[in-house]
C-alpha cells in the first residue's frame, strides 16, 4: 500500500498525539467502526455514543475549503479565489440527499453553546461505499493506522458495505497536516450549525454568516475551542497547540489560499481517492458503459461543436479546419487552467468573434472540475493535448507518466456524477495503488 | 476520462497529441482503454513535421478516435496497438534542406554591410 512518507513538523504531531491518547483511553474501537469521527466524539463524549450510527459513517477530508452556499443539490466551496462546485452525493438506493439530512453526526454535545464550535463529520456512505478511501496518514500516527488498516483489509472482520474508511491524503507539501484536519473539523462543525456562509478574512478571521448573526471568530480561537472539546487530558495539546502552532496555521492558510500550481497560477487543489482492494469489484461493478451513447451528427446549420482541452496558446485550435465532412465548425469552447495562455489564446482568437465562428468560449477551468453534465452531448469534437511533463524523455524529466498529478488518469480518479468531487493541495501524490487497480481493471498484469 | 465513461452523448471524434514518450506510458493504455470500452475506433500515429517536407524534426503522437457506435470498439484489436510511425524522410516528401528557407549571403554583400 502506497502513500507519502513525508516529513512533518512537530505540530502536526497533536492531533495524531491526540489521536494515539484516545485509542489508548478507549482502546477497543467498536467492531467495524473506526474514524476520526469516532474518536473525536470518544474524546468530547468522554464515552461512544450509542447513537453513532456505525453503518453511515465516512469522513470527508478537505483543504481548507470556505463554504459558500448549501442548497439541496450543490455545495458551493470557494478555494481561495477559485469557486468548487461539489455536487452532492446521492444514495441511488434510497434516494436520499446524503449530504444535507441527518448523517451529520453532531460532535459537539459537550459544546458550551458557541455556535461556530463543534466538531460535525461529513457522512457520505455511499462515497465510502463506492470509493473506499484509502487510508493515507503520516506515519507519526501509527498505531491509528495499523488500526484502521486491520479493519479495512481484514477480510474477516470488514465489512466494507458499513464502514467508515476515509481518511485522508495529504501531500507532503503540507505543512501540516493536523491543519487540515482541524480545519475540515471547523468547517463541518460550522456547517451544521448552519452557517450560511464563511469567508477566511485576512486568513486570520473567519467570518461566519449564520442565520441571523454574523459573528467573526478568529481562527486561533476556532482551533482552541475544538481542542476544548477534547478529553481533559487535551491540556497539553493546548499547550502544544499555542506553541507557535497558530501562527503556523495562519500562513499555512495564507500560502494555500495564494499559492500556485506549477505553471498555472492557479489556486487549484487536487486530491486523490484510492480505493481498497476489497473495495474494487464494486467500484468496478458501479462502471456503467453500457450505453454507448454518441452525439448524433448535427445539421450544417447547427454546424459542429469543439471542446479544446489543454488549449495553451492556441496551436491546436489552428490546426482545426472549418469544415468536417461538409458540417461547418461553429462553436469551440477551450479549456485551461493557466491565466497566462488563456490570454494568449484570447489574443490570438479573439474569442467570441473569430473567423466564421460565432461562438466561442475560452474558459479557465481545471478538467477535473469539469462534471459529465458540463460535457455530455455537448462537443462532437475534442481535442486534447495534456501535458506531456509526465513523459518526456529528455535528461532530468521526472516521467512520473500516471502518477502526474498532471496525466489525464488524474481524472479517471473522480467518482461519477452526482458523487462529492473535491481536491486537495496539488502536490498531491497519485497513489500507486489506484493506477494498479485502474491497470488491473483493464486488463494489464501490474 | 471518466467524463467519456460516463457520458450519455459522447463525441463523435477526439483527437489528442502528446510527446513521443506518451506513447508507452501507462496514461496512454489506460486512455486507450477507455475508448476501446465506450466504443471509438483509433488510429495511432508517430509524426513529425519532417515528412511533410518542413525542416524540423518534432516526433509527437497523434491520436483519432472516431466513434462507432457500438458498445465496444468495432474495428479490429489491431488499431489499438498499431502507431504509424512516421519516421523523417522515409515514404514522405523529402525534406527541405533549411538552406532553402535562408537567404544566401554573398560575400560581397557581407562585404558592402559587415552588419547584415
Redesign the interface.
Known amino acids: 500500500m502506497h502513500h507519502r512518507v513525508a516529513d512533518f513538523p512537530q505540530a502536526c504531531s497533536f492531533l495524531g498525539w491526540s489521536l494515539h491518547f484516545l485509542l489508548m483511553q478507549f482502546g477497543s474501537i467498536v467492531r467495524g467502526v473506526l474514524s476520526i469521527a469516532d474518536l473525536l466524539q470518544i474524546g468530547i463524549n468522554n464515552a461512544f455514543d450509542r447513537s453513532f450510527d456505525p453503518d453511515k459513517v465516512t469522513i470527508v477530508v478537505c483543504e481548507p475549503l470556505l463554504l459558500q452556499g448549501i442548497d439541496n443539490s450543490h455545495v458551493t466551496l470557494t478555494v481561495g479565489t477559485e469557486p468548487v462546485e461539489f455536487i452532492v452525493n446521492h444514495d441511488r438506493t434510497s434516494g436520499c440527499n446524503d449530504f444535507l439530512e441527518s448523517r451529520w453526526y453532531n460532535l459537539r454535545s459537550n459544546c458550551n453553546g458557541h455556535a461556530s464550535i463543534g466538531m460535525r463529520v461529513v457522512l457520505f456512505k455511499d462515497f465510502v461505499s463506492k470509493w473506499g478511501m484509502e487510508l493515507t496518514i503520516p506515519p507519526s500516527y501509527s498505531m491509528f493506522k495499523t488500526k484502521v488498516y486491520e479493519m479495512i483489509y481484514n477480510d474477516d472482520e470488514y465489512d466494507d458495505d458499513d464502514n467508515i474508511n476515509i481518511v485522508w491524503n495529504v501531500a507532503p507539501a503540507v505543512q501540516s497536516t493536523v491543519d487540515i484536519t482541524l480545519l475540515l473539523i471547523i468547517i463541518n462543525a460550522l456547517l451544521q450549525t448552519q452557517i450560511i456562509s464563511l469567508r477566511l478574512h485576512d486568513s486570520n478571521i473567519i467570518d461566519l454568516h449564520m442565520t441571523n448573526t454574523a459573528i467573526q471568530v478568529p481562527i486561533p480561537q476556532l482551533l482552541g475551542d475544538i481542542l476544548d472539546q477534547f478529553s481533559a487530558h487535551s491540556y497539553a495539546l493546548s499547550s502544544e497547540l499555542s506553541n507557535n502552532f497558530i501562527q503556523r496555521m495562519v500562513e499555512y492558510i495564507n500560502k494555500k489560499i495564494i499559492s500556485s500550481r506549477g505553471m498555472s497560477n492557479s489556486n487549484h487543489l487536487f486530491m486523490k481517492n484510492v480505493c481498497s482492494d476489497k473495495k474494487r469489484s464494486r467500484y468496478l461493478a458501479s ?11 448535427p445539421e450544417y446549420s447547427t454546424g459542429l461543436t469543439v ?1 479544446e482541452f489543454f488549449s495553451g496558446i492556441g496551436g ?1 485550435r489552428l490546426s482545426l479546419p472549418s469544415h ?1 465532412n461538409g458540417i461547418p465548425i461553429t462553436s469551440i469552447t477551450a479549456y485551461d487552467c493557466n491565466d497566462i495562455a488563456n490570454q494568449i489564446y484570447h489574443h490570438n482568437f479573439h474569442i467570441n468573434h473569430i473567423d466564421n465562428i460565432p461562438k466561442s468560449a475560452l474558459k479557465r477551468m481545471l478538467i477535473d472540475y ?3 453534465s458540463d ?3 455537448v ?8 501535458p ?1 511533463q ?4 529528455t535528461r532530468n ?1 521526472k ?1 512520473l ?2 502518477k502526474d498529478n498532471r ?3 488524474h ?7 452526482h458523487s462529492l468531487t473535491y481536491s486537495l493541495t496539488h502536490s498531491l501524490t497519485y497513489s500507486l495503488t489506484h ?1 494498479s487497480l ?2 488491473d481493471r ?3 498484469s501490474t | ?3 467519456l ?18 506513447c508507452e ?3 496512454l ?3 486507450k ?2 475508448l476501446r ?3 471509438y475506433n483509433i488510429k495511432q500515429y508517430m509524426l513529425s513535421p519532417g515528412i511533410l517536407g518542413i525542416p524540423n524534426r518534432r516526433m509527437r503522437y497523434y491520436l483519432t478516435a472516431c ?1 462507432s ?4 470498439a468495432v474495428g479490429g484489436s489491431d488499431d489499438y496497438n498499431t502507431v504509424y510511425n512516421a519516421i523523417d524522410g522515409e515514404g514522405s516528401r523529402s525534406a527541405c534542406k533549411i538552406q532553402n528557407y535562408i537567404e544566401e549571403l554573398s560575400v560581397l554583400t557581407l562585404l558592402r554591410n559587415p552588419f547584415l
Open positions: 462502471f456503467d458503459i453500457a450505453s454507448s451513447g454518441v452525439k448524433p451528427l471542446l491546436m468536417i469539469l462534471s459529465v460535457v455530455d452531448g462537443a462532437d469534437i475534442w481535442t486534447m493535448s495534456p506531456c509526465p513523459y518526456t524523455t524529466s516521467q507518466d500516471e496525466s489525464l488518469t481524472s479517471l480518479t473522480h467518482p461519477f456524477t493506477s485502474i491497470l483493464m486488463g494489464y | 476520462m471518466y467524463l465513461l460516463n457520458m450519455k452523448m459522447r463525441p463523435r471524434w477526439i483527437f489528442l497529441e502528446n510527446v513521443q514518450g506518451f506510458s501507462n496514461t493504455k489506460i486512455f482503454e477507455v470500452l465506450c466504443g466513434h457506435g457500438a458498445g465496444e
